[in-house]
Each structure stands twice: as structure tokens, then as C-alpha cells.
């Protein structure tokens, strides 16, 4: 086995952490007897070899050896060898050829053109594979049809037989998916397997799963060509599977090794927590019906309705899959969303406290246009105090304590002080209370609970620890969100602390923290003074800024400003904006970097300009701000606030803000909800302001 492995010299090679030296190593633990050894070698080879599917020379050279595991019925979980041999070939196509089949290089080269190659070479083991006794290793093998043998109609045979032949569900869904797959990537193929799938979907003497994969895989071979039966054919298929699918409990998800105390943060070890519970399937239709999303695009209602369907199974897997596939919907696409975010609201009231965590926490990530779904969350919450008592927060139980945990973080999002209850239980009892510390800045009306509550949380907190940093910047910034001035004694403390231990971040955030105070923080200026002249540049422009909001005195922050423009320091420029016209000792430095390298500094730069130069430096300041949201989408919230100050003068801007309100897909700075909707806003009032319609005339439709 393996003959020419070491005559290979992969210490010349490289993988995601250096040398490749540990391949061979790893090939021969693959084999071994030892179960833990090959689960270990394959953890490494995904983590390091193929690491977030990277195909390097490395990996290409280690699949003739991968191969012959695959094809050696000897070898243990052959089904995961050819599963990673079947996603290093996926991930060549997509990362190493253009859509064209033009090859991408790359500086260092990488092996997807050699990978390629070497599984273009074995068309005749692949097809074996795709037959082999075992269905795991079927299940994993039948995708190289569609994506390795060139043969279009070879191809297509196979998996026509393939289909005859199969029993199991799983591996029949894979084959019609293949089928698309194959179309998708040799036009010979296109119309013989559009034909097939147009067949197979109206064949009644199929089982509705294999009809209803036919029918999305159809679609995504030419999403152009969905009629309008399409829509109606897939929801009674859709409810036919589900029928016809036996409903199983969700499955316990493997425990992880828990972190020692301290030894990571607790936000960190929750996100890789949501990372792990994300990347988990728990419906055999999944896959098939997030195609089908895919391929629907921008037909919400169409979308929303086979979310309804899906959201009707009596199975809780394909109920918790099809809530994230609802917000992932929301959060990436524009329309109206009440019917999705009620439908996703009823599964609060679920009896699997899994899809009911589920639920609140995609009402949580939607906050921005959650309310309707506002009286179900604030129900949920209440029953859950009722049926577990008030300090259900802190449950032992962890699908309880993360089902409430999440539904009170949403309803907190919403400011509604029902939330309140849970959230004092959180504080008071340090039980996950960073949680409830991300939240706790919407509900400004309970300040005068929150704040002393939040204070003290500062105050315990410890600078010189390793991992403070993230809990500390996120007690100030719901302190500043609250804006009680009875917080400034411990925002003042913690700053002091932080410049004592070097905590530049923290020094940051507590002087952001204390800027909404005004003058009410002057005694902080003693403070704040010295740090105008901290190395961090960043820094001195938090100072900056804090002093000026303390004393309102321009001459005192200019001068530190003005260092900051050449730096390229966009808070400082910001604050030269918001001095205004008193600032005009900056009106050169602003012109000369309206040419900067980088479209932000130029925004930042222009929307200042137009703050303390005003009508005289409109054309230019228009100039720059239509041609940066021209070459970077992502400074369009920035750009339209700076065109709402500009009256009548943003006038020339109107077809680009009719532009941003036309795509379908979410926009703004980072393409979220908030910042979407807030772009939305500010377009809508802007247009109408500029150009009103005439008088009768009804008002443009939403996207």
C-alpha cells in the first residue's frame, strides 16, 4: 500500500500551519485499527491539509494515496475518506477555475488544477464507488458523477441507473442533485437532464421526496424557467414527505470539552457554541429545500410560503432547520417579513425547547423588524417564569435556560421591559449575566435599575485579567446606551484602571462612554487631558472627543484633530464635522485627502467638509460621496446621512438613492438588517423630499 509515498518530498510542501512533513503520517492513521487515531487524522487532515477547503499542492499530492483507501474495502470509514476526496475535488472547481473553466492562479500556486486532473482521471473508480456495497460510501461517492467524468451522457447514465437502483433515501436524493449538478457544469448535459428531472417529478410512481428533488433540482438548473405551478406542485410534495417521513426527537449534539474557568472568554466558547449548533442538519430535506431557496432568489412570498410548509412538519428537525432558513431569509433579503416572523414566532410554544430557543434567537438576530412577533415573545417569557419560577434564567437545565435566555435577549432588543425581570435575575445572580449586559443598553426606561446593577459589574471587573477586555467594552457601551449620569463615577474609575494597565481598548470605550454626558463628565477632564497626547492615535482621538463633549471648547481639541487628518484617523475627522464651522483651520487638510487611496477616508473626509464648509463645498462633496458608494456599496449608510443634511444640494443623488432602494437583497455597511433598514429609511425620506410625488399619485411599492 501506498507505494511511492515517500518518494514524494513533502517537507518541501506546505499546508495551513507549514510544512506538510506530517502527510504520510496521516495516511497511514487513516488505516489503522485504532478508531480514535483515524477520527484524529481525519480532524487534522480537514484542519490542516484541507483546511477551510484551501486545496494546496500538498493536498493534491495526497489524493492517488486517499484513492486507494477509498477503493480498498479493507479500510475503516472508507465512507469519510471518499467524502473528503469528493470535497477537495468540490472545492478545486470552485476555487481553482472561473465560471469559463479558465484556471485561477494563484500567488503561491495551489493544487486545484493538479487535484483536477488526477479525479478527471477516475471516472471508471468513481462510478464503482457510487455502486459500492456500502450506502455511506455510496452516499458520498454518488456527487464525483456530477462533478469528475466528462462523459456527459456516460454521466447521466449512471446516475439514471444509480437511481433504478437505489433504495435509501439519502443516497436517492443525492443522485437527482448530481444529475443538477452535472447540467450546471457541461452544457452537453443541460437538456437530457432537464428532461429527466421535468420526467421524474411527474412521475406519481416515485416517492414524493424523490418527485419533490427532481422538482427544486429542475429549478436550479434553470431558475429562469420556474413557472408558476412549480411553486403549488413543491408544497404538496413538500407536505407529502413530511407525511411520509418518520418524526424523530432532535438528537442530542455531542458534548464538547468544557473550557476551564477563565480560560476563554464566555462570549467566545457561546459563538463557537452557535457556530457548531449551525453547521448541524437535522432533516434528511434540508440540503434539497435550502437548493430550492437558493434557486427561488428574490420571490419572498414564494419563499415564505415553503417556509410555511416546512414550518408545518410534524417533525421538530425540519421545523428548527426551517427557522433558520426563515432567518436567513429575513436577514438577507428585502420585502415584508411579518407573516415569516409570525409563523417563526409559533414555534415559541413548541414542545422541543430547541426549536424554540431556535425561534427567539432568530427573532433576536431580526430585531430591526421584529415587532410583530413582540406580545408572542413577551407570552413565552412569562409562561416560562410561571411554569419554572423567576429564576428560570439561571436553570439547570440547558435547552430551558438557553430557550428563555434567548427569547428575553429579543424581547430586550425590542424595549420591552418585560424583559426587565429576567434580565435583574442575570445581574444579580451573575448567571450568564453577559448576556443579559448585550441587551440591557435598549431598555433606557429602566436606567435606574440597569445602571447601578451594570456599575457594579464594572467596578468587580479585573483589567489585569486575560480575558476582560470583551466584558468590560460591553458593560460601557450599555452604559453609554442608557446615557444615566449616574454611571460616570465607575466609567471615570474603569478608565483610570485601564490607562493604569495599558487597556487601549477599554481606554477608548470608557471615554466614548462618558462623551454623551457633556459637561455633566467635566470633572474627568483631569483625566482625559493627558491622554490627547497617548501614542495610540485612536486614543487621542477618543480624548479629543471626550473633551470636547466635557467643555464644548474647540480651540482645546483642534490642534490634537488636525495631527489626526494626516494619520487618517476617521474619528477625529468625524469630530471635526461635528465642531463645524469653528473647525475651519481644517477645511485644506479635508480638500487634500479627498483624493485618498481609500474610498472611506474619502467619505469620512467629504461628509466633514460639508459640516464646517457647507454650501461652498457641496460639488465637491457630492462629487466624492457618489463615487464612493459607486466603487464600495458598504459606505451607503454613511453617504445618505451625509445627503440628508445637504437639503436641495443632494438633488443630483436621486437616481443613485432609487438605486439603493431597488435591489432585492439587504444592503448598507455589512449588508445587516439595521443598517439595511435604516438605508431603506433615510432613501425613501430623501426621494420624497427631493422629488415629491405629485399630488393623488400612490406610493411606490416596497421591495
Not at 129 to 134: T, V
Not at 235 to 262: D, K, M, W
Not at 413 to 421: I, N, Q, V, W
Not at 479 to 494: E, N, S
Request: charged share 20%.
Amino acid at each position: 500500500m501506498f507505494d511511492g509515498l515517500h518518494d514524494i518530498d513533502w517537507a518541501s510542501m506546505e499546508h495551513a500551519y507549514g510544512s506538510a512533513e506530517e502527510v504520510p503520517a496521516l495516511l497511514w492513521a487513516l488505516c489503522s485499527a485504532d478508531a480514535g487515531e483515524r477520527g484524529k487524522a481525519l480532524d487534522r487532515f480537514h484542519s490542516a491539509v484541507h483546511h477551510q477547503g484551501s486545496v494546496y499542492p500538498s493536498t493534491a499530492a495526497s489524493l492517488p494515496f486517499l484513492f486507494e483507501l477509498a477503493t480498498d474495502r479493507a479500510t475503516p470509514d472508507r465512507a469519510a475518506v471518499v467524502a473528503l476526496i469528493v470535497g477537495i475535488g468540490r472545492e478545486s472547481i470552485d476555487r481553482g477555475f472561473e465560471d469559463d473553466g479558465t484556471e485561477i492562479e494563484y500567488d503561491p500556486p495551489m493544487g486545484c488544477a493538479q487535484a483536477m486532473a488526477f479525479l478527471r482521471e477516475q471516472g471508471a473508480d468513481i462510478a464503482q464507488l457510487a455502486s459500492d456495497p456500502d450506502p455511506g460510501v455510496r452516499l458520498a461517492a454518488v456527487p464525483g458523477i456530477g462533478l469528475f467524468l466528462e462523459d456527459a451522457d456516460q454521466a447521466a447514465g449512471l446516475l439514471r441507473d444509480r437511481l433504478a437502483a437505489e433504495q435509501g433515501l439519502p443516497v436517492r436524493l443525492r443522485v437527482v442533485e448530481a444529475a443538477a449538478t452535472l447540467a450546471l457544469r457541461l452544457p452537453a448535459a443541460v437538456e437530457q437532464v432537464k428532461d429527466w428531472l421535468s420526467v421524474l417529478a411527474a412521475d406519481t410512481t416515485q416517492c414524493p421526496a424523490t418527485r419533490l428533488a427532481a422538482l427544486v433540482q429542475r429549478a436550479r438548473c434553470a431558475p429562469d424557467e420556474i413557472g408558476d405551478d412549480v411553486l403549488p406542485t413543491a408544497v404538496v410534495l413538500l407536505r407529502q414527505t413530511a407525511r411520509a417521513l418518520p418524526v424523530r426527537p432532535i438528537a442530542t449534539a455531542p458534548a464538547r470539552p468544557s473550557a476551564s474557568a477563565g480560560a476563554v472568554p464566555p462570549q467566545i466558547a457561546a459563538a463557537f457554541e452557535d457556530l457548531d449548533r449551525h453547521t448541524r442538519v437535522y432533516a434528511p430535506t434540508t440540503t434539497l429545500l435550502r437548493t430550492f431557496h437558493a434557486a427561488l432568489g428574490a420571490r419572498v412570498g414564494d419563499r415564505t410560503a415553503v417556509l410555511a410548509e416546512q414550518l408545518a412538519s410534524p417533525d421538530p428537525g425540519a421545523r428548527l432547520d426551517a427557522v433558520r432558513m426563515g432567518g436567513q431569509l429575513a436577514r438577507e433579503w428585502r420585502g415584508d417579513h411579518t407573516r415569516l416572523l409570525l409563523l417563526v414566532a409559533e414555534q415559541l410554544t413548541s414542545a422541543g425547547l430547541e426549536v424554540a430557543a431556535a425561534a427567539a434567537a432568530v427573532l433576536e438576530s431580526c430585531h430591526p423588524i421584529a415587532a410583530p412577533a413582540r406580545e408572542a415573545l413577551a407570552a413565552h417569557v412569562d409562561a416560562q417564569r410561571a411554569a419554572h419560577g423567576p429564576t428560570v434564567w439561571a436553570a439547570a437545565e440547558p435547552r430551558l435556560r438557553r430557550s428563555h435566555q434567548e427569547a428575553v435577549r429579543a424581547l430586550a432588543r425590542l424595549g420591552d421591559t418585560r424583559a426587565l425581570p429576567s434580565l435583574l435575575v442575570a445581574l444579580d445572580s451573575d448567571a450568564d449575566a453577559w448576556r443579559a449586559i448585550q441587551v440591557a443598553g435598549h431598555l433606557p426606561q429602566a436606567a435606574d435599575e440597569l445602571v447601578p446593577r451594570l456599575c457594579d459589574h464594572l467596578r468587580r471587573a479585573d483589567l489585569t485579567g486575560q480575558h476582560t477586555e470583551m466584558s468590560v467594552t460591553a458593560l460601557l457601551a450599555a452604559l453609554t446606551a442608557l446615557g444615566d449620569p449616574a454611571a460616570i463615577p465607575a466609567v471615570v474609575d474603569t478608565l483610570t484602571a485601564a490607562v493604569c494597565h495599558e487597556q487601549h481598548r477599554v481606554v477608548r470605550a470608557a471615554m466614548n462612554a462618558l462623551k454623551p454626558f457633556g459637561p455633566a463628565a467635566a470633572g474627568a477632564r483631569v483625566t482625559i487631558r493627558p491622554l490627547t497626547t497617548a501614542a495610540d492615535a485612536r486614543v487621542r482621538a477618543a480624548a479629543a472627543s471626550a473633551l470636547w463633549a466635557a467643555s464644548g471648547d474647540p480651540d482645546e481639541v483642534i490642534p490634537v484633530l488636525l495631527d489626526l487628518i494626516d494619520a487618517s484617523v476617521t474619528e477625529a475627522v468625524d469630530l471635526l464635522g461635528e465642531i463645524g464651522p469653528p473647525a475651519a483651520a481644517a477645511l485644506p487638510h479635508l480638500r487634500g485627502h479627498l483624493t485618498h487611496s481609500y474610498e472611506w477616508v474619502r467619505v469620512h473626509c467629504a461628509t466633514a467638509l460639508w459640516e464646517i464648509g457647507g454650501q461652498t463645498e457641496a460639488p465637491a462633496v457630492l462629487k466624492v460621496l457618489l463615487e464612493a458608494v459607486a466603487h464600495n456599496p458598504a459606505t451607503a449608510n454613511h453617504v445618505v446621512a451625509c445627503l440628508d443634511r445637504m437639503g436641495t444640494l443632494a438633488t443630483p443623488a436621486l437616481p443613485m438613492l432609487r438605486n439603493q432602494l431597488a435591489g432585492p437583497r439587504r444592503g448598507g455597511r455589512f449588508r445587516g438588517i439595521d443598517t439595511d433598514e435604516a438605508l431603506q429609511h433615510t432613501c425613501r425620506t430623501l426621494i420624497a423630499r427631493l422629488d415629491p410625488p405629485a399630488p393623488g399619485t400612490p406610493p411606490p411599492a416596497t421591495v
